[in-house]
């Protein structure tokens, strides 16, 4: 879908490689610049493989990788051709930074009108907080979502995943589609400003409008304390589930499954705000009754019943479900005398899912080829560049 767009990749960690590999996936063209010391990520570990961080492999298919030190000057003339060539240019430099470089947007976009810039940063491009560093940790944390995270009157807890990372790579990707479907009828490009902290914060919307329009502080419950009267986990005679009981309708197809219709009749449980009012006593009788199955006899109940429940996985039960097998969630690519896992975009498209030209790069494992490819240096020009440690 994106055949014939030139991404250039100047990130590095989760955010922007996340980003650019979702453009690649759909068919970009990226080119990852990376300084000599490579991606940070690629340094993240154990766990390796062969060497490689599996960090970095995460985020990292369907790239070419130039190793590139641009804080010289002949660098940076190498860096200024790849920008000619790339219709997207996406950075995760801080503002002050990208302005040494050179690689600002109103530098860049005063020569090419066209250039789609996209700057990944903790806090943005401007406000008083635009020249702070910034992780996913710290985003979280800025968020709310850790306050909010994790059993009460427990230390606040990160999120198991990089969730501001993700989240704000899936913001990039998003935007920068927005971006081409205009610039193709335009010809214009853009300033695209994605911050981790804003993206986790619109993340945490649904907790924090209810506080806006009600004044009312959301605490850390453990993930007992819902909007939705029954929204939580449960014990069972052997392993954990989850269950959401989120309409009248689920109510009382919940308790027909467990074979007590009775339970679903009463003024005390006729409504959501009803149920929430007597929340506790409605989690004892249901906690009781799950008791004495085990878990795989209530899922199967509760799936003929349509009441929506399921299993708390570990990572390794989690790549082992049939369902996500099925639908082509992992899958390997192999490279020489290895495999390297992946985890698919989990976007069908006609019926399909999106697939993968190429493993992650090596550490400037296509430089020779880009630069005599999209810029036309011949042999001597790149044998000096090496001999300078350019590339």
Not at 11 to 20: D, E
């Amino acid at each position: 879908m994106l055949d014939g767009v030139r991404v250039l990749d100047l990130t590095t960690s989760i955010a922007g490689p996340y980003a650019t590999m979702l453009l690649s996936d759909f068919g970009a063209e990226v080119v990852k610049v990376e300084r000599p010391g490579g991606d940070d990520a690629r340094h993240w570990g154990p766990p390796f493989l062969d060497g490689e961080s599996l960090w970095f492999l995460s985020v990292n298919r369907n790239k070419k990788s130039v190793r590139l030190d641009f804080s010289v000057p002949e660098g940076r003339e190498v860096l200024a051709g790849l920008i000619d060539s790339a219709d997207v240019l996406v950075t995760n430099l801080l503002p002050t930074a990208q302005r040494k470089f050179g690689i600002d947007a109103g530098r860049l976009r005063s020569a090419r009108p066209d250039l789609l810039h996209v700057s990944i940063t903790g806090f943005g491009l401007n406000g008083p907080y635009a020249a702070r560093p910034c992780y996913d940790l710290i985003a979280e944390g800025f968020s709310s979502v850790m306050d909010l995270t994790g059993p009460s009157g427990a230390a606040p807890q990160k999120v198991g995943a990089p969730a501001a990372d993700m989240l704000a790579g899936t913001d990039a990707a998003l935007a920068t589609l927005a971006a081409l479907n205009r610039r193709a009828v335009t010809g214009e490009g853009c300033t695209i400003d994605i911050a981790l902290a804003e993206s986790m914060v619109r993340f945490m919307a649904p907790r924090i409008v209810p506080f806006l329009g009600s004044g009312e502080v959301p605490r850390r419950s453990g993930g007992t304390d819902s909007v939705i009267a029954i929204y939580q986990t449960f014990d069972t005679a052997d392993l954990p589930l989850t269950l959401g009981l989120g309409n009248d309708g689920i109510w009382k197809r919940f308790w027909d499954a467990v074979e007590d219709p009775a339970g679903a009749e009463g003024e005390e449980v006729a409504t959501n705000a009803a149920r929430r009012a007597n929340r506790g006593q409605i989690v004892d009788r249901i906690q009781t009754i799950l008791r004495r199955r085990p878990r795989a006899e209530w899922l199967e109940r509760f799936s003929k019943a349509r009441v929506p429940a399921g299993p708390i996985y570990r990572v390794d039960e989690v790549v082992e479900d049939r369902h996500l097998l099925e639908r082509d969630t992992f899958f390997r690519i192999d490279q020489n005398d290895r495999q390297i896992p992946q985890v698919s975009l989990g976007i069908h498209v006609d019926g399909e899912a999106a697939g993968y030209v190429a493993a992650p790069p090596r550490l400037g494992e296509h430089s020779e080829e880009l630069l005599r490819g999209l810029l036309g240096y011949d042999c001597e020009k790149i044998q000096r560049l090496r001999t300078l440690g350019v590339i």
